[in-house]
């Protein structure tokens, strides 16, 4: 099905998905429970604003910051423009970025330009991205080369079924099988350049279990609490039934906190996290990090600030995710990130009741 998918369909989905994402709500209203993540607040912090260090490596670079543009769709008719101006801002802001879907590519190199933005982040990392549905119909040669053809750091792939299964049957995928073993081939293949993330559903410990025995070394839990897709496609639904479909799986996933939680108790220190999913502050990338996050990612507010102010909308929202990340480490006395990592801190509420179910609870998680 997939490699009789046109050009025009798939860029006219992808742009419907981005009109949908900047203009209807579709924000799960579950929560992430990063909020049930309380942070100590230290008085006496000794610590001055300036010696706050936030910098870490990712990708085997140093970044300014633990943030990252994540994966937008891809193929849409302003593709090109956006992942210019998203480059631009990371390479700004010493910050990762990730394009959208490279699945066009495959059938059109022709549009490889839209993708191809090394020169606009030319020190930062840079990745590319496919869906883990396309390792079953391309090679992993095949798939490595849209790394090449883009000169990214490594590819993200998306794992997004609770999406595929909201689509009509003649977008949507049904077949799941086999996903797994394809995506070992395919880190082996790149010698661990592989980001797996998921698209707003989030990461239960069994998917997480199953990332660690073909040994992932970076993992997204995209969390639910931030952008629904399976809600996106509620909005996309011509048809009443798929649209029913759509609203009942609306909320569906595993919160971003308990993901990154669950991400760090197994695979320790294996393996790079990343928290997405309902990022929109600083606290938001503190809190993240204090649960086992390396770094934290977001989407819809880096199209948003583009579509409202460009490529200055975008530097301007991530300069004040960073004030609010050091804001707290010094609130919290943690003057680095390895610090913020072991900041003292609560699991209440709603999240609390999570890490029971699996026996996890320890105050700060241990």
């Not at 990730?98 to 191809?116: C, E, I, K, N, W």
């Not at 995506?183 to 592989?194: C, F, H, K, N, P």
């Not at 204090?290 to 909308?313: I, N, V």
Request: aromatic share 6%.
């Amino acid at each position: 099905m997939e490699k009789n998918i046109s050009e025009t369909l798939i860029t006219r989905r992808k742009s419907e998905h981005l009109k949908i994402v900047a203009h209807s709500d579709v924000i799960h209203s579950q929560g992430t429970l990063l909020e049930d993540i309380r942070l100590l607040h230290q008085s006496l912090p000794e610590l001055n604003l300036d010696e706050i260090d936030t910098s870490t490596e990712f990708f085997g670079k140093k970044l300014q910051a633990p943030l990252m543009i994540t994966s937008m769709t891809g193929g849409a008719e302003y593709a090109g423009k956006m992942n210019r101006s998203f480059a631009r801002a990371a390479q700004n802001q010493g910050i990762a970025f990730a394009v959208g879907s490279q699945r066009v590519m495959l059938r059109h190199p022709d549009v490889t330009a839209d993708f191809a933005v090394r020169e606009y982040i030319p020190e930062g990392v840079f990745l590319g991205n496919i869906g883990a549905v396309q390792l079953l119909e391309y090679t992993p040669r095949e798939l490595a080369g849209l790394i090449d053809a883009i000169e990214a750091d490594g590819i993200c792939v998306h794992l997004n079924a609770a999406q595929e299964l909201v689509q009509s049957d003649h977008e949507g995928h049904r077949n799941f099988r086999g996903i797994l073993d394809k995506l070992a081939q395919l880190i082996d293949q790149l010698e661990g350049r592989v980001l797996v993330k998921e698209t707003g559903a989030g990461m239960s410990p069994e998917t997480l279990t199953q990332l660690k025995t073909i040994g992932a070394r970076y993992i997204d839990v995209s969390g639910a609490g931030g952008t629904s897709w399976t809600k996106v496609e509620m909005h996309r639904a011509a048809d009443n039934q798929l649209k029913q479909i759509g609203r009942t799986f609306s909320d569906w996933g595993v919160p971003t906190a308990f993901s990154i939680i669950a991400a760090r108790k197994i695979l320790q220190d294996k393996a790079c996290l990343i928290a997405s999913g309902g990022i929109f502050t600083g606290l938001d990338v503190a809190r993240a990090i204090a649960a086992g996050a390396d770094l934290a990612g977001f989407a819809r507010t880096a199209l948003l600030s583009f579509l409202a102010e460009g490529t200055e909308g975008v530097i301007e929202l991530i300069e004040r995710i960073k004030k609010e990340l050091v804001r707290t480490m010094l609130l919290t006395g943690s003057k680095n990130i390895e610090m913020l990592r072991e900041a003292p801190r609560i699991y209440a509420a709603e999240l609390k009741n999570w890490l029971e179910a699996y026996d996890w609870f320890g105050g700060k998680g241990n």
